[in-house]
């Protein structure tokens, strides 16, 4: 995976590096990795504006979003206090 690489989002090429962990510390540049429909490895480069355009159109909109049901739980009363820890065993 060394060498450079282009973004799957507009085609740029990535800057040259001096190492395989340059483009995401240095550039911003985002890789991600999966599977296609026949199942074969799929690697995908983004740069950092064109991630973040991807990763707003995965996210699903608030209208869409499932519900999430919290667990059932039992009345106490009360809600517990907090504990302090002193240092002491």
């Given at each position: ?40 490895g799929v ?44 240092g002491k065993?």
């Amino acid at each position: 995976m060394l060498g450079r690489q282009s973004c799957l989002g507009c085609g740029r090429v990535s800057p040259e590096t001096n190492g395989e962990n340059t483009l995401t510390t240095s550039f911003g540049w985002r890789l991600r990795r999966g599977t296609d429909d026949a199942g074969n490895g799929v690697v995908e480069w983004r740069c950092a504006n064109c991630w973040q355009r991807w990763k707003a159109q995965q996210a699903t909109p608030s209208s869409e979003a499932p519900s999430i049901t919290p667990p059932a739980v039992a009345p106490t009363g009360s809600p517990p206090s907090p504990r302090i820890r002193t240092g002491k065993p």
